[in-house]
């Protein structure tokens, strides 16, 4: 069976329980429409392809992905242990998950634009005095000189930063309403508001 779905994070919000105040993030999971199956005999591998948001326009390979459903405007693959007895147009809701359950949300972080290493990487920077003039918020050394004689790669320098796929894992589903297909999770998940989101199951909180 399905243990994702295909949601937008829609904001944060405040939640007081018992113990106090929770941060929470609420997030519109669902509803999806099951669009394709890939079993190990045809494709190698079992996974179920969901599709999310109404499309106001597709174009030609959707369509024809998406003729059993309607316009879905996100479609996403899930790995599956067994399609068991998933079908085509089945609708996968918010209903599999319930209060107490850990998930791991998959999310693109927001794009911040070019940074230096301290913002980027949180470099201390260079010495602020003994004569120290133009190099508070520099690399310092980068490379050796005659050997190697190079920039190893992945040194960490300055350049883009954010806007990259990024999974925060055993978040706590703190409520469902299955009327609005909404879920309130502690914590904080990748991305801006209105972005999309790919939620799985992780198990239950002990």
Do not use: W
């Amino acid at each position: 069976m399905v243990q994702g779905l295909i949601g937008r994070k829609i904001g944060m919000t405040q939640l007081f329980q018992d113990e106090g105040e929770v941060v929470v993030t609420a997030i519109e999971a669902g509803p999806c429409f099951v669009t394709q199956i890939k079993t190990e005999a045809n494709d190698g591998y079992n996974a179920v392809q969901l599709g999310f948001g109404e499309a106001k326009k597709l174009n030609a390979p959707k369509k024809g992905k998406t003729k059993d459903t309607g316009k879905l405007k996100h479609l996403r693959e899930f790995r599956v242990a067994d399609v068991g007895e998933v079908k085509v147009g089945q609708k996968i809701d918010a209903d599999m998950f319930k209060a107490g359950d850990l998930i791991s949300v998959v999310g693109i972080s927001k794009g911040k634009g070019f940074a230096g290493v301290v913002k980027r990487h949180h470099f201390a920077g260079g010495p602020k005095t003994h004569g120290q003039s133009d190099r508070h918020r520099a690399p310092g050394s980068v490379s050796a000189t005659t050997s190697p004689g190079r920039v190893f790669k992945g040194l960490r320098m300055a350049g883009h930063r954010g806007d990259r796929r990024v999974t925060v894992r055993n978040l706590k589903v703190i409520n469902v309403d299955l009327a609005r297909h909404l879920l309130l999770v502690r914590g904080a998940v990748p991305g801006a508001k209105k972005g999309l989101l790919l939620i799985n199951k992780a198990g239950e909180a002990k």
